[in-house]
Nanobody, 118 residues
Framework: QVQLVESGGGLVQPGGSLRLSCAAS????????MRWYRQAPGKERELVAA????????NYANSVKGRFTISRDNGKNTVYLQMNRLNSEDTAVYYC???????????WGQGTQVTVSS
């Protein structure tokens, strides 16, 4: 059974930082691309960051470049999203997403709320 469990969300002041984690199980994590998406109220879900299976290749939305960093630990089956210099436009539910190369099936976590407010 595939599970993606996000954690680390919460309320943070503008300019602050948070680190999201996504613990994966039930599939071959080390052979999967991992991504973080977010969805703000009234908006479509958007890709925030992506990382290839070995971690060497990453990609970011323009809105978070230079502020967010995606990383992974294949020994712990976990992907992270370090978010710095947060602002109100970063307020959203953040979702972990997995794409195992072998199956091509996309899996989603349940999401974790990030609220940036003073």
């Amino acid at each position: 059974q595939v599970q993606l469990v996000e954690s680390g969300g919460g309320l943070v002041q503008p300019g602050g930082s948070l680190r999201l984690s996504c613990a994966a199980s039930g599939f071959t994590f080390s052979s999967s691309a991992m991504r973080w998406y977010r969805q703000a109220p009234g908006k479509e879900r958007e890709l925030v960051a992506a990382i290839a299976s070995a971690g060497g290749l990453t990609n970011y939305a323009n809105s978070v470049k230079g502020r967010f960093t995606i990383s992974r630990d294949n020994g712990k089956n976990t992907v992270y999203l370090q978010m710095n210099r947060l602002n109100s436009e970063d307020t959203a539910v953040y979702y972990c997403n997995a794409l195992p190369y072998a199956s091509g099936t996309v899996y989603w976590g349940q999401g974790t709320q990030v609220t940036v407010s003073s």
